[in-house]
């Protein structure tokens, strides 16, 4: 039986019928990661111990007739700027390369109480900046899809994980598209929730206005589950929320209304992504959702708001890498001889730190600056505001939007990496529901060659479960 | 375009080393990005209040408390420090 290409369900009954162990399928994916895992470079670390000493735990269990949760034994990939106790947590950059979390972050200690089995840490560009896992001190993860090609960013690596069976499903963070664009690149599911419905308490900040961790996985069912188990308000993240509920009339496809932004159709987009994107509207048209196009105005500005204010939050989040408290540092280095403090603090983060972290303290720093703060970040602040009312306006006449998560496929390495601001358009899709605070979804909805080209789902907040349930349409009828 | 004093000066506002490379690096990137985000002043603000949350709409108050911890985790953290002496952190001179 090959254990390494179940959903969580079926891993699920596996397990409770006692067709394997949980020891098994934990070595069935740590055998899968030491073999696939050389082309892929996937994970920063493996932790066999831990995930082994879990498996233990619940083969106890099952062995005594206890009842076990639906997450108890399915072997996960964590993003590694999201901390496990006793487990390096390097945020893919150099400054934390030695550095180990000293305590569990809220959705490791929920899903722990799961009873998950915590397969490793997965590789991201350093601190999640970045579209492609390029900017990783560590490692070049590749595309399960493509090996040539870039799986996307910053989560490459949980997704690579994910679309290679190296993991039945994965967490990462979404800033500004970092959990749906890699999604969209390896052809796997991907959920941003909305912004507060996760608490990012433990999870090494990035831009703490737009952070979000969310589920990579293969199918819809599993993105529900692994979602339902880490939502919730945390005392530990004052900015967390409880997922209010909402009152779920009756799901109907023909009651559906999908907004479709005309700003998302331009010039400049791929050709064939736009086809596939359009033939699965027409799929949802065809079962009987309305579809309207509708405007969102200020799509425009959002590239350029959103690199203002997550710069400007990025480069406050990351002066605490100091040298002097944890982490990389240059104190005592023989070579350069720190004189004083500030000899420690340029010196640590000139070593510490890799050229595009570098560039966005840069931008961040001069954004916040006397004299620019009004013209850039406060601007910045505003426009958002624009950018949020066209949303809120939008849902007034429709229940979800449609559009592509990316303009292209998954691209090649090394093309985009020498041009700061082409790649940052890559993201040119995904950014506004960050700014906006919303919850997407990214779903594999055809292919272009070999690579998946994915469907981005955008709901009214708090509004998970209806962009979930509209997405399972699609992927059942495929399964047909 | 952002000239090299700039570009050194921001440098120093981020406590960030650079090398002679990266500043002359920087200072070109950073105009081509500036340049892309003026883009910004086209945009309508007027009426227009700054944003400053998603969904929650009021302030989050706690109490400043002081929480004891396990002396576990105090070690594991003082552990963290690059330079220590006993159980204190150690911070070169200020001057």
């Known amino acids: ?480 | 375009m952002i000239t090299k004093q700039e570009t050194e000066h921001i440098a120093k506002l981020a406590r960030l080393g650079l090398t002679k490379k990266e500043i002359g690096e920087f200072q070109k990137e950073l105009s081509v990005i500036l340049d892309y985000f003026e883009k910004l002043k086209k945009a309508d603000i007027s009426n227009v209040k700054a944003f400053s949350q998603s969904v929650l709409l009021e302030n989050v108050m706690r109490e400043d408390e002081a929480k004891k911890q396990d002396l576990e985790i105090v070690d594991r953290l003082i552990k963290a420090a690059p330079d220590r002496e006993k159980r204190y952190v150690k911070v070169k001179s200020v001057l």
Do not use: W
Not at chain 1, 100 to 120: M, N, R, S
Not at chain 1, 177 to 191: E, M, N
Not at chain 1, 235 to 264: A, F, H, M, R, W
């Open chain 1, 1 to 480: 039986m090959n254990l390494t290409n179940l959903t969580i369900n079926q891993a699920h009954q596996g397990l409770i019928k006692k067709q394997f162990s949980a020891n098994e399928l934990a070595r069935g994916y740590l055998d899968k990661i030491k073999k696939k895992d050389k082309e892929i470079c996937a994970f920063l670390t493996v932790t066999e111990e831990l995930a082994l000493s879990q498996a233990k735990k619940i083969d106890d269990l099952i062995a005594k007739g206890k009842e076990i949760s639906v997450l108890a034994g399915i072997p996960l990939a964590i993003k590694d700027n999201i901390l496990v106790d006793g487990v390096k947590s390097t945020a893919g950059s150099k400054i934390l390369q030695d550095y180990i979390a000293p305590y569990d972050a809220t959705v490791i200690k929920k899903l722990k109480q799961e009873k998950v089995l915590i397969l490793g840490k997965t590789n991201l560009d350093e601190f999640a900046m970045g579209s492609s896992c390029e900017n990783s001190a560590f490692k070049l993860t590749k595309n399960p899809c493509d090996l040539s090609c870039v799986p996307g960013g910053s989560s490459g690596g949980s997704a690579a994980a994910v679309a290679s069976d190296e993991c039945i499903c994965a967490l990462g963070s979404d800033t500004g598209g970092s959990i749906r664009q890699p999604a969209c690149f390896c052809g796997v599911v991907g959920l941003k929730p909305t912004y507060g419905v996760v608490s990012r308490y433990g999870l090494i900040a990035f831009a703490s206005s737009l952070d979000q961790i969310g589920p990579i996985t293969k199918t819809i069912e599993d993105c529900q589950i692994v979602f339902d188990a880490i939502k919730g308000k945390d005392l530990l993240d004052s900015t967390s929320v409880e997922n209010p509920k909402i009152q779920n009339t009756e799901y109907k496809i023909q009651n559906l209304k999908i907004g479709v932004p005309k700003e998302y159709f331009i010039k400049g987009m791929d050709t064939e992504v736009e086809k596939v994107i359009k033939s699965a509207i027409k799929k949802y048209e065809k079962l009987g959702a309305k579809i309207i196009e509708i405007s969102l105005p200020h799509t425009e500005y959002a590239l350029a708001c959103y690199y203002m204010i997550s710069t400007s939050e990025a480069s406050a989040n990351l002066a605490r890498y100091d040298g002097i408290r944890y982490g990389y540092s240059e104190a005592k280095s023989e070579k350069r001889k720190a004189k004083n403090l500030l000899d420690v603090y340029l010196q640590t983060r000139e070593q510490g730190f890799g050229s595009e972290v570098k560039r966005r303290i840069m931008l961040g720093t001069y954004a916040l600056s006397a004299g620019y703060y009004d013209a850039y970040y406060k601007r910045s602040q505003k426009v958002r505001t624009l950018i949020q009312k066209d949303f809120e306006n939008a849902f007034k006449r429709v229940d979800v939007i449609f559009c592509p998560v990316s303009p292209t496929p998954a691209f090649k390495i090394a093309e985009k990496i020498a041009d700061p601001l082409k790649m940052y358009l890559s993201d040119i899709f995904t950014i506004s529901v960050n700014l906006a605070g919303l919850p997407a979804l990214s779903l594999p909805v055809g292919k272009v060659g070999n690579l998946p080209i994915g469907l981005q789902i955008i709901g009214k907040p708090f509004d998970e479960d209806k962009i979930l349930q509209t997405g399972l349409i699609f992927e059942n009828l495929c399964q047909k």
